[in-house]
């Protein structure tokens, strides 16, 4: 008897040394990505991820986990989104469904992580699933009638916003607005939208962000463990905060201050656009003085972690300027201009008008910027 108590101690001794030592090794000599996108006047620029799972949903990692990965990855805000209505592991995880965002807290506080209290509505279409952000009790989300669990979720404050609007299971053939989205947006109960998730584009729910002025969202919608290759990212919601807190968050995405951010891409509204790409270029402020036949070069430094791909827009008036030009990120990039009429000389400006490829405010348009320069 005292052999198998002793035996059973041991073990249990011998389980929790290894788990001590695991998380010893997982933390030791840990490094943090800095994510190199500029704050614009007025606002600070968060990188946020609120779509992901875990093993309380049918994801696959401990809640933890969710928190390290943002922290290596430079990441401000993360929103673990655990289903309320699917939970494939409830036979050998048993929680209620707070428990996930209970779990991560902790650590989430510790390594500055800011965590929303969020989790997902999981429904055929229509309407889908939806993410309530903001939340302060998921377990009151766990409504038969679906309606009822989302003004749920809106009591509680929530920020509501569709999920992967165009995922093949739930709309196999074309991506359709249904006439309860248009419901839930008339009486305040649809907030927002994914343009982007994990590595799908929604051209139309960029359109409907737009006509319906919906926040814009892209996330990893994660399930297994994140693992992003030097130099990349996961998908990214950017969201321009007043504060860096979660309140700043929710601010901002009730007054649609966010930006998508994908591979090289940013797409959103041109009122945030183009200060973040302003944000992003230095160059020198001295008089170019520009004349007929002349040749002067300008150097544009570009901080931030995208290359921006330029096309020129109109010739200038009385210079020629390159007509593509990649402003990659953390170098200078050269422009040319050469003055080719004698009207050059009496321009106090000069002014290069490019549409900058990679960056759009609608699917099919992309965003225009000027570059100014003093002349004289």
């Given at each position: 008897?005292?052999?198998?108590?002793?035996?059973?101690?041991?073990?249990?001794?011998?389980?929790?040394?290894?788990?001590?030592?695991?998380?010893?090794?997982?933390?030791?000599?840990?490094?943090?990505?800095i994510?190199n996108?500029p704050?614009?006047?007025g606002?600070?620029?968060?990188?946020?991820?609120?779509?992901?799972?875990?093993?309380?949903?049918?994801?696959?990692?401990?809640?933890?986990v969710?928190?390290?990965?943002?922290?290596?990855?430079?990441?401000?805000?993360?929103?673990?989104t655990?289903h309320?209505e699917y939970?494939?592991?409830?036979?050998?995880?048993?929680a209620?469904?707070n428990?996930s965002?209970?779990?991560?807290?902790?650590?989430?506080?510790?390594?500055?992580?800011?965590?929303?209290?969020?989790t997902?509505?999981?429904?055929?279409?229509p309407?889908g699933?939806?993410?309530?952000?903001?939340?302060?009790?998921?377990?009151?989300?766990?409504?038969?009638?679906?309606?009822?669990?989302i003004?749920?979720?809106?009591?509680?404050?929530?920020?509501?916003?569709?999920?992967?609007?165009?995922?093949?299971?739930?709309?196999?053939?074309?991506?359709?607005?249904?006439?309860?989205?248009?419901q839930?947006?008339?009486?305040d109960?649809?907030?927002?939208?994914?343009?982007?998730?994990?590595?799908e584009?929604?051209?139309?729910?960029f359109?409907?962000?737009?006509?319906?002025?919906?926040?814009?969202?892209?996330?990893?919608?994660?399930?297994?463990?994140?693992?992003?290759?030097?130099?990349?990212?996961?998908?990214?919601?950017?969201?321009?905060?007043?504060?860096r807190?979660?309140?700043?968050?929710?601010e901002a995405?009730?007054?649609?201050?966010?930006?998508?951010?994908?591979?090289?891409?940013?797409?959103?509204?041109?009122?945030?656009?183009?200060?973040?790409?302003?944000?992003?270029?230095?160059?020198?402020?001295?008089?170019?003085?520009?004349?007929?036949g002349?040749?002067?070069?300008?150097?544009?430094?570009?901080?931030?972690?995208?290359?921006?791909?330029?096309?020129?827009?109109?010739?200038?008036?009385?210079?020629?300027?390159?007509?593509?030009?990649?402003?990659?990120?953390?170098?200078?990039?050269?422009?040319?201009?050469?003055?080719?009429?004698?009207?050059?000389?009496?321009?106090?400006?000069?002014?290069l008008?490019y549409?900058v490829?990679?960056?759009?405010?609608?699917?099919?348009?992309?965003l225009?910027v000027?570059?100014?320069?003093?002349?004289?």
């Amino acid at each position: 008897m005292w052999l198998k108590i002793e035996l059973s101690m041991n073990l249990k001794s011998l389980s929790l040394l290894i788990i001590i030592a695991f998380l010893a090794q997982s933390t030791a000599g840990q490094s943090r990505r800095i994510i190199n996108i500029p704050d614009i006047e007025g606002y600070k620029t968060l990188k946020c991820d609120f779509h992901m799972h875990t093993v309380f949903s049918d994801g696959t990692v401990w809640p933890t986990v969710r928190v390290q990965e943002a922290w290596e990855e430079g990441l401000d805000a993360i929103a673990i989104t655990d289903h309320i209505e699917y939970r494939p592991h409830s036979k050998d995880v048993v929680a209620d469904h707070n428990r996930s965002f209970e779990i991560a807290s902790p650590l989430a506080m510790q390594m500055n992580i800011l965590l929303v209290h969020a989790t997902e509505i999981t429904r055929s279409m229509p309407p889908g699933h939806l993410t309530a952000l903001f939340i302060t009790n998921a377990n009151l989300l766990e409504r038969e009638d679906v309606n009822d669990a989302i003004k749920e979720a809106r009591d509680q404050g929530a920020f509501l916003l569709w999920d992967h609007p165009g995922w093949e299971v739930q709309q196999p053939d074309s991506i359709q607005w249904f006439n309860e989205h248009t419901q839930l947006l008339q009486n305040d109960l649809l907030h927002g939208i994914e343009v982007y998730n994990r590595n799908e584009y929604y051209a139309n729910a960029f359109d409907w962000a737009n006509e319906k002025n919906l926040t814009m969202f892209a996330s990893s919608d994660a399930h297994g463990p994140v693992i992003v290759p030097e130099g990349q990212h996961r998908p990214l919601t950017l969201v321009f905060a007043k504060s860096r807190t979660e309140g700043g968050i929710r601010e901002a995405l009730f007054a649609r201050r966010t930006v998508v951010y994908f591979d090289n891409t940013l797409m959103g509204r041109s009122g945030l656009l183009e200060p973040l790409f302003l944000a992003s270029i230095k160059y020198d402020s001295a008089p170019l003085r520009i004349r007929n036949g002349s040749n002067k070069m300008v150097y544009i430094r570009n901080n931030s972690d995208l290359d921006y791909n330029l096309e020129l827009l109109q010739p200038g008036v009385g210079f020629d300027a390159p007509e593509s030009v990649v402003l990659k990120a953390h170098q200078v990039t050269v422009l040319n201009l050469a003055g080719n009429s004698d009207e050059v000389a009496n321009v106090p400006e000069i002014n290069l008008y490019y549409t900058v490829m990679n960056l759009f405010t609608a699917p099919d348009e992309n965003l225009v910027v000027t570059l100014t320069f003093r002349n004289n």
